[in-house]
T-cell receptor, first 112, second 113 residues
Framework: DSGVTQTPKHLITATGQRVTLRCSPRSGDLSVYWYQQSLDQGLQFLIQYYNGEERAKGNILERFSAQQFPDLHSELNLSSLELGDSALYFC???????????FGEGSWLTVV | DQQVKQNSPSLSVQEGRISILNCDYTNSMFDYFLWYKKYPAEGPTFLISISSIKDKNEDGRFTVFLNKSAKHLSLHIVPSQPGDSAVYFCAATATSGTYKYIFGTGTRLKVLA
């Protein structure tokens, strides 16, 4: 158990809908990262937050947005969902900006 | 632009032998490297890391080697065990930059009993 908690674990939704994935980082960790893993693909970096502020952005679509709240949990919002958005979405956290990152178990999103 | 590359999608090794997983990177700003292991339907688990000030780091059966001039790192697992069968990802970051961790596409290791 890495200490990073993601909810929901599985989610099935229809095209055009909007979903929110939630992440609670390890206790004391200030930095949160979001990654997407599509079938048989690597881990694609989406976005990173540190202590509530966006620090780095990767290949995140404009239909996706994220934020980190004052209690340090983070949410990834996916809107106008398409079939190609079906993937495993991972959240990771680290104590600061130069530490090893630890992953949650992921949220499986299936768009039908 | 794939800054971190794992050119071998899969690798099969006999139990007890050495497994060598390779990773290449292109960004000379990367100075911290990590290896993760991932089982199906689970999140990646941190294995071992290495800073660019070192060329080797060892932790039990796992050793990571870094060749900065070649922009290449490798993970050695000795001896390999069936429980090591998983997908292995290497990752890199520039600790003086934006700190985002870039992952390779992974190598699926199968250790044969």
């Amino acid at each position: 158990d890495s200490g990073v908690t993601q909810t929901p674990k599985h989610l099935i939704t229809a095209t055009g809908q909007r979903v929110t994935l939630r992440c609670s980082p390890r206790s004391g960790d200030l930095s949160v990262y979001w990654y997407q893993q599509s079938l048989d693909q690597g881990l694609q970096f989406l976005i990173q937050y540190y202590n509530g502020e966006e620090r780095a952005k990767g290949n995140i679509l404009e239909r996706f947005s994220a934020q980190q709240f004052p209690d340090l949990h983070s949410e990834l919002n996916l809107s106008s969902l398409e079939l190609g958005d079906s993937a495993l979405y991972f959240c990771a956290s680290s104590a600061s900006l130069r530490n090893t990152i630890y992953f949650g178990e992921g949220s499986w999103l299936t768009v039908v | 632009d794939q800054q971190v590359k794992q050119n071998s999608p899969s690798l099969s090794v006999q139990e007890g032998r050495i497994s060598i997983l390779n990773c290449d990177y292109t960004n000379s700003m990367f100075d911290y490297f990590l290896w993760y292991k991932k089982y199906p339907a689970e999140g990646p688990t941190f294995l071992i890391s290495i800073s660019s000030i070192k060329d080797k780091n060892e932790d039990g059966r796992f050793t990571v080697f870094l060749n900065k001039s070649a922009k290449h790192l490798s993970l050695h697992i000795v001896p390999s065990q069936p429980g090591d069968s998983a997908v292995y990802f290497c990752a890199a970051t520039a600790t003086s930059g934006t700190y985002k961790y870039i992952f390779g596409t992974g190598t699926r290791l199968k250790v044969l009993a």
